[in-house]
């Protein structure tokens, strides 16, 4: 790296899970460790005597604390067993660890806590290990949760960012943009009427009756920070491949459109923390469809697009009006501390 490519300082944007985000990743972080290369799959793929584990970490920072639909304590758990979930994992147990600041009200972290054993036990994840630490007054935003999961996949799923597939349809479970836009209005103190709640959720056994349907999917992700463009973006460069999707398939709820109207947000790179994408094979994709709508997290399930081979590593949007819009990762700072 030289010397003018090299980052200078961190800026908020480094967090939102965008362009910055990736430059940071790739310029300082993966060349600071002498790391060669990097999966960008939400989990690592580990093989331990012939059975393959799944593990991932994470670090929670959103601000707000608590927000409409949840708080950081569910989300933490939620957002762990989802990046197990998506690699097609059975999510089995979870480190926690603290970082409270002096002076946070105890009534706050036993709320907290009474989320984290209640989302725990909905998502049938075992909490084993963990460590607190306490931070000066100022230094530490009341409260940061920082997790590590660890789940077991079956044989025959074979799932990565990067095995998209020609001739894959892509499908959504839900709409999109419901966590962003709660924890933003919450943040800036806007009232919506009707009011938005979070989509926080535990995905492990929307994912399991996916994997029930068929072991022949391809490609899966939750698309939290930086929403589902940043998301397919990523699919596309790491499997090589175009992606087709298409505006009037997309669901968005009538409140969620208003709002990012209203502030100025384009609802494809709004955090999600309860919804999912799917690459799955043409001849499976109305069962695994079926199988999703039955689950009450996946009901509002659409097919929103397919994979084309060219042009390479791009995102096209088919727009309602029969136009074509390139889409790209997020840029700059739209929504940091999300997650």
């Known amino acids: ?3 003018e490519s090299r980052l200078k300082r961190i800026l908020l944007g480094h967090g939102s899970g ?17 790391l060669k290369e990097a999966r960008y799959d939400d989990s690592a793929i580990i093989d331990i005597n012939g059975e393959r584990f799944a593990f991932t970490t994470d670090s929670y920072v959103v601000d707000p604390l608590f927000f409409p639909g ?5 989300l933490a758990i939620n957002g762990t067993v989802n990046d197990l979930a998506v690699m097609g994992a059975r999510p089995l147990f979870i480190s926690l660890s603290f970082i409270l600041e002096e002076g946070f009200e105890t009534d706050k972290f036993d709320t907290i806590l009474s989320s984290i054993e209640k989302t725990a036990r909905k ?14 007054k100022g230094k530490g935003d009341g409260i ?23 001739g894959d349809k892509i499908i959504i479970s839900g709409p999109i943009g419901n966590h962003g836009i709660a924890v933003i209005a919450e943040r800036n103190g806007i009232k919506l009427e009707p009011p938005i709640k979070s989509d926080t959720a535990p995905l492990n056994l929307l994912t399991m009756d996916m994997l029930k349907a068929t072991k022949n999917i391809h490609a899966m992700r939750d698309p939290t920070r930086g929403g589902i463009a940043t998301t397919l973006k990523e699919i596309a460069v790491a499997s090589g491949v175009c992606i087709e999707i298409y505006e009037d398939k997309i669901p968005i709820e009538d409140g969620i459109r208003a709002a990012c109207e209203l502030l100025g947000f384009e ?3 709004v955090a999600n923390e309860g919804i999912l994408v799917a690459f799955v094979p043409e001849g499976d994709a109305e069962r695994v469809l079926d199988v999703m709508r039955k ?5 509002n399930a659409e097919i929103i697009g397919e994979v084309k081979e060219n042009p390479k590593k791009m995102v096209l949007l088919k727009t309602s009006i029969g136009g074509t819009r390139i889409i790209d990762m997020l840029t ?8």
């Not at 700059?332 to 997650?339: D, H, K």
């Open 1 to 3: 790296m030289n010397n």
């Open 18 to 34: 965008g362009v910055l985000m990736h430059d940071l990743i790739k310029r300082t972080i993966m060349s600071g460790l002498n």
């Open 70 to 74: 949840g708080n950081i304590g569910d």
């Open 123 to 136: 998502s049938g994840v075992e909490i084993i290990t963990g460590d607190t630490k306490v931070v000066n």
């Open 144 to 166: 940061f949760i920082n997790t590590s999961g660890i789940g077991m996949i079956e044989s025959g799923v074979e799932i990565s960012g990067s095995n998209a597939k020609v």
């Open 267 to 269: 609802p494809f790179y």
């Open 295 to 299: 689950n009450h997290l996946g009901k």
């Open 332 to 339: 700059g700072e739209q929504l940091p501390r999300i997650c």
